[in-house]
């Protein structure tokens, strides 16, 4: 607690009527600092307990644009199937290594889209879209985390944009003195809110507000995980709510009024990964990066590494 918190509890318990003034004024330069973005006192309850989640249409007249690709992480030489749902039949693909700088390495336009019909518990199934396009994972392109942006024409004129991430893991083997970085996909999968379900909370059930024990990696990013503005508050606040007064989360009330999913500061590349493999390619470490689920289904990986690093919200362990 903050040494002017604690002053002020001495005061209201010991000593109110002398320092009530000085409580006034405090309460009232906390609630003015306090980061506010523009949401009526209802608007905030919503940001908090009202589930919000991503689905296809929820742009209305405007158009989207989604995507995602049949795997998390890919070797060099792997073909990477891209499934895209578009109200728009064209768009533009930018694909870049999100490291210490960021490097494009495709550039594509895609005709041909559709909209493409999803299941109403894709979050759980799967949203069983047909493949729009393939590319191969160029020999020479390091391991490491890879954006697609998809900007397209939406109805209004204005662009319409999408963005999804997937990693190229690095071959086996030993190699150069190097950190290992475990991106936890796990966790990102288990709160990714696109489709209505996740791990904490959802549309299953006969109600359709129970969470999904099970959740499918066949289905977009929620808004958040691949790309945030730099101003997006995270968890830790830098600043304290006034002594009696309402808790606030500055995260969700950012979410809400800008249209992010609310588990953006839970998880994802954006809000934790991100932030390590930059600083430390910037450090001037090598770094290479793989999914979570790699752990699992290939354990052989760790043994060219005398260092594996996991940062951020990782969980969901075995």
């Known amino acids: 607690m903050a040494l002017v918190e604690r002053d002020l509890i001495d005061s209201m318990l010991f000593d109110t009527p002398r320092h009530a003034p000085m409580i006034a004024a405090a309460m009232q330069t906390a609630k003015s600092d306090f980061p506010d973005f523009g949401l009526s006192p209802q608007q905030r ?3 908090v307990f009202r589930h919000r989640y991503e689905h296809p249409g929820m742009d209305g007249e ?5 995507a995602y690709t049949d795997s998390h992480a890919y070797m060099p030489g792997a073909t990477v199937r891209v499934y895209v749902s578009s109200s728009a039949p064209t768009c533009e693909m930018i694909i870049v290594r999100d490291g210490a700088s960021a490097i494009t390495v495709l550039t594509r336009r895609l005709v041909g889209l559709q909209w ?9 199934v799967g949203c069983g879209w047909r493949p729009s396009l393939e590319f191969r994972v160029a020999d020479e392109w390091p391991s490491g985390a890879y954006r697609m942006t998809l900007t397209a024409e939406g109805r209004d004129g204005a662009p319409i944009r999408s963005h999804h ?5 690095p071959p086996l083997g030993r190699r150069a003195p190097r950190i290992l970085q475990i991106a936890a996909t796990g966790t990102w999968t288990a709160y990714n809110t696109w489709g209505g379900s996740n791990h904490y909370r959802g549309i299953t059930g ?4 129970q969470y999904a024990t099970t959740v499918s990696i066949e289905r977009p990013w929620c808004r958040g995980f691949v790309v945030l503005p730099e101003d997006a508050p995270r968890v830790p606040l830098e600043l304290s709510t006034p002594p009696a007064s309402a808790p606030r989360y500055p995260h969700l009330e950012w979410a809400y ?6 588990k953006y500061a839970s998880a994802g590349w954006a809000s934790y990964d991100r932030h390590f493999l930059q600083w430390a390619e910037r450090a001037g ?3 290479d990066l793989a999914s979570q689920h790699e752990l699992h289904f290939c354990p052989e990986i760790l043994e060219g590494y005398d260092c594996v690093v ?3 919200h990782d969980e969901y362990w075995t």
Do not use: K, M
């Open 310 to 312: 996991c940062v951020g």
């Open 257 to 262: 009024a800008h249209g992010y999913s609310e």
């Open 206 to 209: 006969p109600d359709r507000n």
């Open 116 to 124: 493409q019909d999803t299941p109403d518990q894709c979050s759980v």
């Open 62 to 66: 405007r158009g989207e644009i989604w």
């Open 165 to 169: 991430l997937f990693i190229v893991r």
């Open 285 to 287: 470490f090598a770094v």
């Open 45 to 47: 309850h919503e940001a």
